[in-house]
């Protein structure tokens, strides 16, 4: 399977703390992406980073890629209690979406 | 933008009878996708449509799923006839162009057959 694999599975952190979740996956990609879903919601999409990219930011988030180690990386930093969620990273080729089972995250206030 | 909208929201229904699920994407975007979440397999792609034509439906997990999208702004997944196992949350999500981009998820349609 070309799917993104999350790790840790479950992350609880204190707020104000720095996250980091890592995701492997298995064949070429064109991107990968990270998304959040809040509980009982649909999930966002948070950001896209191409293969020939090795890093990106977005406000308090900042993603790497490494296609050497197939390995994604999403830090969050300062923490806050709303962001609290799951988070996937899915990996895009053939033309479609690959989801895992994505992260826990718990921000403890 | 309304975003992508979904019913309905929530559904239960006893086993054999028929479900049928609606979705509305984002105004101009060209792709559809049906997703399936649930604990034990996580989020699983059941079909996908460009420009209103089915392109891969190996996900559907058998004759008991059908998906439809008779134009760009309705699709539907019917499953007929339903059984607990088919209980789990229903993602409907669109994209414009490369289907591989970001995706809009709709809130899900959360099915519990009895």
């Known amino acids: 399977s070309q799917q993104g694999e999350e790790d840790p599975q479950a992350l609880s952190i204190q707020e104000g703390e720095n996250a980091t979740m890592n995701c492997s996956y298995k064949t070429s990609i064109n991107n990968l992406q990270w998304y959040r879903q809040n509980s009982g919601r649909g999930l966002v999409h948070l950001i896209l980073?191409?293969?020939?990219?090795r890093e990106k930011h977005s406000g308090r988030l900042r993603v790497t890629l490494d296609t050497s180690k197939k390995s994604s990386s999403l830090l969050i930093t300062a923490s806050r209690a709303a962001d609290t969620a799951s988070y996937f990273c899915?990996?895009?080729?053939?033309?479609?979406?690959?989801f895992g089972k994505g992260i826990t995250l718990s921000v403890r206030p | 933008d309304a975003g992508v909208i979904q019913s309905p929201r929530h559904e239960v229904t006893e086993m054999g009878q028929e479900v049928t699920l609606r979705c509305k994407p984002i105004?101009?975007?060209?792709?559809l996708f049906w997703y399936r979440q649930t604990m034990m397999r996580g989020l699983e792609l059941l079909i996908y449509?460009?420009?209103?034509?089915?392109?891969?439906d190996s996900g559907m997990p058998e004759d008991r799923f059908s998906a439809k999208m008779p134009n760009a702004s309705f699709s539907t997944l019917k499953i007929q006839p339903s059984e607990p196992r088919d209980s789990a949350v229903y993602f409907c999500?669109?994209?414009?162009?490369?289907?591989?981009?970001?995706?809009?998820f709709g809130e899900g349609s959360r099915l519990t057959v009895l």
């Open positions: 999500a669109s994209s414009l162009g490369d289907p591989t981009g970001e995706l809009f």
């Open positions: 105004s101009g975007h060209n792709s």
């Open positions: 980073i191409r293969s020939n990219e």
């Open positions: 899915p990996t895009g080729a053939n033309s479609k979406l690959t």
């Open positions: 449509f460009n420009n209103n034509v089915p392109i891969d």
